[in-house]
């Protein structure tokens, strides 16, 4: 069974500062996947990185795939309000993917 | 485009009482998915279809039957609801062999 773990569960931060949350896992994944998903809605897809090493920017919204193509990570400069929500990363391999429990960030204005 | 629908958007059910849960999606992908989503699970996937006409078992499919009626919807049977299936249920569709999927709202189903 694949797993993949995301620290931490639980993220709460002031307006103006920059975070980082991590996805990590022990299998090999085709690609790798981050969603957001705000309350009472479904996941939004965000970002997908395929190639180990692979860098990609959306806005302050920095995502890294790892070289080994296990792992990856999400930065987040200057938090805002409108960044609040719960940050899944999802793996994919066989047609299917397996989702992180998810990090739930909350920016206080 | 509406995307992904799903209804319900709520449902109450009591133990033993059974319900289907309807999905459509009008982007003419060919993979569509459910998942549960209970807090502190995370999302896990209870059955596939990777075309129209297959399916197959994910990690919790025990309790659910699937059925895809044509290239545009799937729908998912909870033939004796029991309060273990209170959850959040999401549908979702990809186009071919990509893993970038696209969610409908949920249904938020409860059991008593």
């Known amino acids: 069974t694949q797993l993949l773990e995301q620290s931490p569960q639980f993220l709460s931060i002031q307006e103006g500062e920059n975070l980082t949350v991590y996805c990590n896992s022990s299998?090999?994944?085709?690609?790798l996947q981050w969603y957001r998903q705000e309350p009472g809605e479904g996941p939004v897809l965000l970002v997908t990185v395929v190639t180990g090493g692979e860098v990609k920017k959306l806005k302050r919204l920095t995502f890294q795939f790892g070289d080994a193509r296990k792992d990856s990570s999400l930065h987040i400069t200057a938090a805002q309000p409108g960044d609040t929500g719960l940050y899944l990363c999802?793996?994919?391999?066989?047609?299917?993917?397996?989702f992180g429990k998810g990090t739930l960030l909350t920016v206080n204005p | 485009n509406a995307g992904v629908t799903q209804t319900p958007k709520f449902q109450v059910l009591k133990t033993g009482q059974s319900m289907t849960l309807q999905c459509a999606q009008d982007m003419n992908h060919n993979s569509m998915y459910w998942y549960r989503q209970d807090p502190g699970m995370g999302l896990r996937l209870i059955y596939y279809?990777?075309?129209?006409?297959?399916?197959d078992k994910g990690e919790v499919p025990n309790g659910y039957n699937v059925s895809r009626l044509n290239k545009r919807e799937f729908s998912l049977r909870l033939e004796s609801a029991a309060p273990s299936q209170t959850s959040v249920y999401f549908c979702a569709s990809t186009l071919g062999y990509s893993y970038e999927q696209y969610f409908g709202p949920g249904t938020r189903l409860t059991v008593t």
């Open positions: 299998s090999v994944f085709s690609s």
């Open positions: 279809s990777a075309s129209e006409g297959t399916t």
């Open positions: 999802a793996g994919g391999s066989n047609y299917k993917l397996t």
